[in-house]
């Protein structure tokens, strides 16, 4: 496509339940980030995909956080068990490869409010 | 670790008026610096990014950044504003090979006509 798509644009869950998110990357990118932005925290790395190495997690808050990446596209971020803390807008970028010198294209975001 | 610091929350100029958002950073080696701004409802775009190459970085819609590493800082600027660059603007480091950005708290540009 012609930029990073996430869907849904907007998802309003109970607290307890289960959401996932959908990340499209750029076609032919090879790196792929999750980013939480928070009125609190700002914007905070979440997970980063790099072809099919293994997933660097360093920034998922909890083990209620959990993503994957199918067939080196399309990307999945799962929060189960949702708190009212976890509402937030969550971005997607990608890359065509990894490293600081390729630029990253986000996506506009799913906000998700938990209520 | 590296981190990033935004001076101002909230900027406001006149239109026409000279931009100065200021970013200083934290990092244990040469890091990899860029400018990002989020108009709107809308996804993060870049402006611009220091790779080493020169410390005077020229970006989109007149923007520039100056990477100063014996203050450092990374700056960004732009000599004239226009109503159309009110937007939050988010300094970021990375210094891994990842690519992984670690962000400032974001600044918010508010133009006057």
């Known amino acids: 496509g012609a930029g990073v798509s996430q869907s849904p644009s907007n998802k309003v869950t109970e607290k307890g339940k289960d959401v996932e998110l959908r990340c499209d990357p750029i076609?032919?990118?090879?790196?792929l980030y999750w980013y939480r932005q928070s009125l609190g925290q700002g914007l905070e790395f979440l997970i980063y995909?790099?072809?099919?190495?293994?997933?660097?997690k360093s920034g998922l808050p909890s083990d209620r956080f959990s993503a994957e990446r199918t067939g080196g596209s399309v990307s999945t971020l799962t929060i189960q068990r949702t708190q009212q803390e976890d509402s937030a807008v969550y971005l997607c970028?990608?890359?065509?490869?990894?490293?600081?010198?390729?630029?990253?294209?986000f996506g506009q975001g799913t906000r998700l409010t938990v209520v | 670790a590296q981190s990033v610091t935004q001076l101002g929350s909230h900027v406001s100029v006149s239109e026409g008026a000279l931009v100065l958002l200021r970013c200083n950073y934290s990092?244990?080696?040469?890091?990899?610096l860029f400018w990002y701004v989020q108009y709107p409802n809308q996804g993060l775009q870049l402006l611009l990014k220091?790779?080493?190459?020169?410390?005077l970085v020229k970006g989109i819609n007149g923007f520039e950044a100056e990477f100063k590493k014996s203050e450092t800082s990374f700056h960004l600027t732009k000599p004239s504003a226009h109503m159309s660059d009110a937007a939050e603007y988010f300094c970021?480091?990375?210094?891994?090979?990842?690519?992984?950005?670690?962000f400032g708290q974001g600044t918010e540009l508010s133009v006057k006509p």
């Open positions: 970028a990608s890359s065509l490869e990894g490293g600081s010198y390729t630029e990253a294209f």
């Open positions: 076609s032919g990118h090879t790196a």
């Open positions: 995909f790099q072809g099919n190495s293994a997933p660097d």
């Open positions: 990092s244990s080696v040469p890091p990899y």
């Open positions: 220091y790779t080493s190459a020169a410390t």
């Open positions: 970021a480091v990375s210094e891994d090979q990842g690519g992984k950005l670690i």
